[in-house]
């Protein structure tokens, strides 16, 4: 139990600073040590209650701390000053990307050598103290640096309660020296997100929505990211079955709404959605989009038909509506009450049900038959149960897991709106650690991605975890070359089966396989299913083998790139 219930002496910022990561339910934090962060490494391993692990390098342990609150809520990385906190940049920006409250933790120099005008080492050369808190400002929610005791409870609760309320990430140096400082008492914090809404603006917003969607012939739901990040869930849920319409999810949605539901009609995405979908979202007269990303990628290179006349958008913040903006009204809080005010209306249901076909059963194919991706794609879908969860890497891993379909219970991720390459990995590392293996993680990564990150598999060893991984070995970047190809997206083969044996040097227990058959990885399956450990199959496929929907998509994208200028 958190001493932060009651008052009385922390011993220093490292042990306060631990409780106050254990009061927002945070049982493990990344890290790479380095010589401004030891002894507040020392500080925090004091508490009990909070497990350690180490990264091969920051990226990959920021990429963790991702996937690590997309279970939990929270996660934290804690790094050294500058060479640590660089390296950690591109995965706290996706996180800022993507709504994750990452907490870094940096140590940093001495707090008197600023006013000394020292060099210091792990700096560019030049006196400027402030430049890693500078980039961090602009993809973080609050970046704070305590140099001195005084600032350390103002600035340690403004930057925590800016990730819990905003859904960000903050960041946090502390000078190395005042890491062991006494801490003078402080009143206990609560560490919770509150919102609240304008009640004028969130009355009126629910009688303008309501009166629209009331009005329609034939309206219709589709989720969307936002509605997790912004506790809204559960409302947007209440809110279908109230409706009785039917309902879409964006695809970086998927998994945020029931596909066993009766009212669910598949992946809204443009010219690539589930088979019947983009015909009845499009062609309703009215429909609500709940915590959508409009960007180039969820829209197919700007190619939807969605009409703004048509369109009610409601954001974690305000509701948009015939261009007017209720600002001020809360995603959860308007879900909820619009609820109340829904006429049901199934016409966009029946609409699905008269032109759904039912999807094409499992190929029954000889074992000999070489893989492809829908080879694999269907074994994985065979094994998904309650108890699993489904992580997929950027690539055409993306529109093979929309092709997935989730039982109840089943967990899903990607990173949709940053979408960089080597994420998966490092984010399969904080996610079953999340988990706590009450689910086993199924990952599908491209061979490409998975060069940009591979040594946190020895970590997922090292920590015992059982994650099964489906390397998809198509010697390049597939997703790049159905965008634009070219030379650069052919990469050098590696023996991936063979890495899992380098990384268990002897001690670990990580299981691997290739495969190329069909029957080869029907076997292989069932061993790594058995296996109590990491196990990895290598799926050699061939460099052409993808998704028509990524051969859809990536030529619309590749034409939006590729407009001329305008002005």
């Excluded at 058995?530 to 993808?546: K, S, T």
Aim: net charge negative.
């Amino acid at each position: 139990m958190s001493n932060l219930n009651q008052f009385g002496t922390y011993s220093n910022i490292g042990t306060y600073l631990a409780e106050l990561l254990q009061t927002i339910k945070i049982e493990h934090y990344f890290t790479v040590p380095g010589d401004y962060n030891l002894v507040l490494l020392d500080q925090m391993l004091k508490n009990p209650n909070l497990q350690m692990i180490n990264c091969c390098n920051e990226l990959n342990a920021g990429y963790a701390a991702d996937g690590y609150a997309r279970s939990k809520g929270v996660s934290a990385v804690v790094v050294t000053f500058t060479v640590g906190g660089l390296s950690l940049v591109n995965a706290i920006a996706g996180a800022y990307a993507e709504d994750l409250p990452v907490i870094v933790i940096s140590g940093g120099p001495n707090s008197n050598d600023r006013a000394q005008h020292h060099l210091i080492h792990h700096s560019t050369a030049s006196y400027d103290f402030n430049q890693s808190y500078r980039i961090f400002r602009e993809i973080t929610a609050e970046a704070v640096v305590i140099r001195h005791i005084e600032d350390a409870h103002r600035l340690l609760h403004r930057a925590l309660e800016a990730a819990i309320q905003k859904r960000k990430p903050v960041y946090i140096e502390i000078a190395s020296n005042l890491v062991t400082v006494p801490l003078p008492k402080s009143v206990p914090l609560q560490l919770k997100r509150h919102v609240e809404s304008n009640p004028v603006a969130l009355e009126a917003a629910v009688a303008a929505v309501a009166a629209k969607l009331n009005q329609a012939v034939k309206p219709a739901l589709v989720a969307g990211v936002k509605l997790r990040a912004f506790e809204a869930i559960d409302a947007f849920h209440k809110l279908a079955d109230r409706s009785e319409y039917a309902v879409a999810v964006m695809p970086n949605a998927k998994g945020m709404f029931p596909e066993t539901h009766p009212q669910y009609i598949g992946c809204y995405w443009g010219q690539v959605s589930s088979p019947g979908c983009a015909e009845i979202i499009e062609s309703c007269d009215a429909y609500l989009f709940a915590g959508p990303i409009f960007n180039d990628y969820t829209t197919v290179g700007w190619s939807v038909l969605i009409a703004s006349e048509k369109l009610i958008e409601v954001q974690p913040d305000r509701v948009i509506l015939n261009g007017q903006e209720y600002a001020q009204v809360y995603m959860q809080e308007f879900l909820a009450a619009l609820a109340e005010s829904i006429q049901p209306n199934d016409t966009s249901f029946k609409a699905f049900k008269r032109i759904h076909e039912s999807p094409l059963p499992a190929q029954v194919l000889p074992n000999e038959a070489p893989l492809t991706t829908r080879t694999i794609r269907e074994q994985v879908q065979s094994i998904l149960t309650s108890d699993s969860a489904l992580l997929v890497e950027t690539g055409d891993s993306w529109f093979n897991g929309q092709k997935i379909t989730l039982p109840d219970g089943c967990l899903y991720e990607f990173q949709m709106q940053y979408g960089s390459i080597g994420w998966a990995t490092g984010a399969l590392l904080g996610y079953a650690l999340a988990l706590n293996q009450q689910k086993r993680v199924i990952a599908l990564i491209g061979d490409g991605s998975f060069q940009l990150t591979a040594q946190e598999v020895s970590t997922m060893i090292r920590y015992g975890l059982n994650p099964i991984i489906f390397l998809i070995n198509n010697r390049g970047y597939t997703i790049e070359v159905e965008i634009h190809d070219g030379p650069y997206n052919n990469i050098k083969n590696w023996d991936y089966a063979g890495l899992v044996q380098v990384f268990n040097a002897g001690e670990g227990k990580g299981w691997s396989r290739r495969v190329q058959t069909v029957g080869e990885l029907t076997e292989a399956i069932e061993q790594a299913q058995a296996h109590q450990g990491l196990a990895l199959i290598e799926c050699i496929i061939d460099r052409d083998d993808c998704t028509k929907e990524l051969l859809e998509w990536g030529s619309r994208v590749a034409a939006a790139n590729s407009r001329p200028p305008q002005i």
